[in-house]
């Protein structure tokens, strides 16, 4: 990515002291810009080959189905112009719905669900748009202070034309009351970008009776750039 064409205040500060880790492992000296030689693209194309039959409905995993609100998220992948990101490899996870993520250091006194592993991954299509099926995730406790909770959130992983270009951000359900309190939303300074995190209900995608849709577009590039590095 190139970092010129991003709006100061879109990606979260490096350093931010109500998020307390990042006084311990932000960088206190200038950043350095790498001029590589040539472009990395010697490297692994992801291809729709290591996609697995369930991999982008995370409520399939298991002996049978997990417990929560199941919902659909859908969005597109696109540049500061508009121009879908096509064939582009995504990874999302997640905690469950009682705020428990599938992870041995996540020791917090909620229940696993046997059928939930909140892991999964899709590509864009010609249109970059992509779709998972999964259940809303529940809020959870994090230790940077006495009464910290998280909001309701998904992680994606976005990839490039190799896996060497790898970007990750967060998608964060509207209306949350958790926004005001947690500093890694609260680490963009920009209050325009912090909502550009919120997903939009979709009655669009909403299936049904089945379960309800969401919207999330991420935009990479511009004055619109989804925030990264969260």
Known sequence: MNFDVIPSGVYPELIYPPYKSTLKRGPTRPLLRIHADQPVQDNVIASPRILLPNDMDLTAHGHGAPLGEKIVVTGRVVDEGGKPVRNSLLEVWQCNSAG???????????????????????????????????????????????????????????????????????????????????????????????????????????????????????????????????
């Open 100 to 230: 428990r993520y599938w992870h041995k250091k996540d020791q917090h006194d909620a229940p696993l669900d046997p059928n939930f592993y909140g892991i999964g991954k899709m590509m864009t299509d010609d249109d970059g748009r992509y779709r998972f099926v999964t259940i809303k995730p529940g809020p959870y406790p994090w230790g940077n202070h006495e009464k910290a909770w998280r909001p309701a959130h998904i992680h994606f992983s976005l990839f490039g034309n190799v896996y060497a270009q790898r970007l990750v951000t967060q998608m964060y359900f509207p209306s949350d009351p958790l926004f005001d309190y947690d500093p890694i939303f609260q680490s963009i300074p920009d209050l325009a970008a912090r909502q550009r995190l919120i997903s939009r209900y979709s009655l669009e995608h909403t299936d049904s009776d089945k379960m309800l849709g969401y919207e999330f577009d991420i935009v990479l590039r511009g004055r619109d750039a989804t925030p990264m590095g969260i």
